[in-house]
Structures are given as C-alpha cells and as structure tokens.
C-alpha cells in the first residue's frame, strides 16, 4: 500500500523518496554499542543547509568542540559520518548543523528526519578543537567556513571559553548571504542567554564574511588575515603567539591555506597531548 499521502513533510525540501527511507528505519535493528536518540527539532535554513536537535544519553560526556559519529537505522550496517556537536557540553540535548548532499550515502536520508524520528550515535567523542588542546591566551580566533562554524557554535556557548580567553573573535565566511543564517542566529542566541550571556556579553565578537554576493563584508578570511583589514576592523594588533590563539575549521584548502598564514605569525599547532598556540580540524573530507 503506498503510504505517501498520510506522510507529514515539514517543508518543501523533503522528498517523499528520502522520507520513506527514514520511515523504513523500523525494520532495522539498532546495532550493538550505538545510542538511539529521539529528534526533538529540526530547523532546515537554505537546500543546502539545517540543523536538528535530539535528546541526550544520560551517560554521554564531551567537551565542547568535540566531534561523534552519527548515522541513521535504515540498514543492516548503517553508514556513520563525523559531525561536531554544536550545543555545549552542558546542554541536556544535543545539536548538529548539517550540509546534505545531493546523493550523499547519509545527508539524502538526514535531510528528511522529523521529531520523533531515530539517529544512531557512537558513543566516543573526539576531536581537537577543544579548549585543552590551546594554551591560555588574552584571544581565541576561531576561524569557520560553511558547516566548519559547527564546533565553534558549542565552544563561543560554553562559559568555559570565556574564563579562559578574554576575546572570542568567530570568523565565518559563506559563498552567499543565506548560508550565514545560523550563524547569525547562534550569536544572538548567545548574546540573549541568561547563563552564557553573562559571560560572553561584548567578549564574544561575530566576523561574518561573504565571497559570492555582495554583503558589508565581502572577501575569503584568507585575505582579510592577509591584508590586515581583520585587525583593523576590530581595532586589534596582528596574531601573535605570546597573546592570541587560533582554532580553523573548514575544507583541506582553506585549512592549508589559514594554517600558512597563522604560522606565518609565529603560531605553532597544537594537539590535546601537547597544547599549544592554534588547532585545526576538517570540517569535511575532499
Ligand atoms: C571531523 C569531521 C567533522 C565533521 N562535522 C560535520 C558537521 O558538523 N556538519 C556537517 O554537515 N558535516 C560534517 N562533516 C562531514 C560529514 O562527516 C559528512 O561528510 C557529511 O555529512 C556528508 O555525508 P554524506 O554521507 O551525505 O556524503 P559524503 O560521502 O560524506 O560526502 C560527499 C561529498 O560532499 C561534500 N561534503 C561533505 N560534507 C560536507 C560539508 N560539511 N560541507 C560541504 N561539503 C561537504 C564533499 O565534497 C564530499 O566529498 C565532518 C567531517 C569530519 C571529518
Ligand atoms: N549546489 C550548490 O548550490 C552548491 C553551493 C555551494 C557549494 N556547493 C558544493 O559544496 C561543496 C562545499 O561548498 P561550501 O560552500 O560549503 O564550502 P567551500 O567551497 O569551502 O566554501 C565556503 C567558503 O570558504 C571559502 N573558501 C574556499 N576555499 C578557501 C580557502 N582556500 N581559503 C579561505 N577560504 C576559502 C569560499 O570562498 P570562495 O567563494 O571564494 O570559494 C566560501 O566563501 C563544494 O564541493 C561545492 O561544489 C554546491
């Protein structure tokens, strides 16, 4: 019997064909040594664009920054992928900020989850854009590009940040306007909170930029570290290693190309065993 017409899609962007799949996930064991959470939001902002939120296993810790691996019960062995976890580490839920490729063995299916629906977590987290993995500093610059802002959206949410670094400075560049949305909304959602305002008030500086449409601030954050117009803008003197600390997460090329350059202020990469100056981390494989 075809049930199409009794399924409720959320908006437009979900096709029935992806739906089904997600439906058909009841057919499917949970896999051993996997949690099984229950989605209680899902936000989508462009085609390309959304995050969704899901309860937490009571057992689950993580530092903020860190990533899981995540997958959907809609095969024997289901397909997992890395995604930073975007909430804090003292949220009750978990959130993610996810890309869907078209065709993607896991975003063509993820795109179409609704409340309610079933996402398979493994349950170690990781991850280097951790506050451990940096030594103190007066600033942290997190440097984002697309989904890349994901981890950086729970750290500049985690009053830890704040008693470590007196300035958080997120920089996040997008082809287009549409793509800064969550962003946006995750800055002002963090300026408005009761808890983590308090501490970030006017510390935490937003740095959006825009590369394919016009926007008050156009240009790679590569060139704006270049050029110098970053520190002008924020009336801030360059990098350097005895006061600013950096963490990158974007595509290998911008993660090449904004490691030469913060290396070229004299910061070294560090790592959870041995912190240091700046991190980095892919935000996908390519
Ligand atoms: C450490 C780490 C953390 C990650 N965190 C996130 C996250 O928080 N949110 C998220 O959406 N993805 C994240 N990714 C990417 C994620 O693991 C998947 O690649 C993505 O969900 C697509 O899965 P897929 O199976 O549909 O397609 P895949 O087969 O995994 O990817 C197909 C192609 O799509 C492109 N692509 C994949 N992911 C992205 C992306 N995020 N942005 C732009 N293009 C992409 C690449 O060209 C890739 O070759 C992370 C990857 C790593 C390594
Ligand atoms: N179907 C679509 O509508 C659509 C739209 C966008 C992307 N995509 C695909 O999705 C994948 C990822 O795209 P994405 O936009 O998420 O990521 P992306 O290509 O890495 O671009 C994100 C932002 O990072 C900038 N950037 C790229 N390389 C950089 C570097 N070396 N240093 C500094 N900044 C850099 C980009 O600027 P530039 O604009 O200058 O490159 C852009 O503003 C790509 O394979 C792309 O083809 C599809």
């Known amino acids: 019997m075809d049930r199409r017409p009794e399924l409720r899609f959320r908006n437009s962007m979900e096709t029935p064909l992806a739906r089904d799949a997600v439906e058909a996930t009841a057919q499917f064991p949970i896999p051993p040594g996997v949690f099984a959470e229950t989605v209680t939001e899902v936000v989508h902002y462009t085609d390309r664009l ?36 975007t909430s804090p580490s003292w949220d009750d839920e978990l959130e993610f900020f996810s890309i869907k490729v078209p065709g993607g063995p896991l975003t063509e299916h993820l795109k179409a989850i609704q409340p309610g629906d079933t996402v398979l977590m493994r349950r170690k987290p990781t991850g280097t854009l951790v506050n451990d993995a940096l030594l103190s500093g007066e600033r942290v610059y997190m440097f984002s590009t697309g989904t890349g802002i994901a981890p950086f959206a729970s750290l500049v949410r985690d009053p830890e940040t704040y008693e470590k670094f007196d300035r958080v400075i997120l920089t996040h560049t997008c082809r287009d306007v549409a793509e800064l949305k969550f962003g946006l909304e995750l800055v002002e959602t963090v300026r408005n909170d009761p808890l983590v305002g308090e501490f970030a008030g006017d510390r935490l500086i937003h740095y959006p930029t825009v590369t ?11 060139e704006h570290l270049e050029s110098g117009k970053l520190f002008e803008f924020l009336g801030l003197p360059v990098l350097a290693p005895e006061t600013d600390r950096a963490m990158i997460c974007g595509s290998m090329a911008m993660l090449r190309d904004t490691k030469r350059l913060v290396e070229g202020f004299g910061l070294t990469e560090g790592a959870n065993s041995a912190p240091s100056t700046y991190v980095v981390e892919r935000a996908f494989v390519d």
């Open 50 to 85: 959304f995050r969704f939120r899901m309860t937490r296993p009571a057992s689950f810790r993580f530092r903020s920054g860190e990533f899981v691996m995540i997958g959907l019960p809609n095969a024997l062995k289901p397909v997992f992928r890395a995604y930073s976890i």
């Open 212 to 222: 394919r449409e016009a926007f008050v601030r156009t240009g790679r954050i590569t």
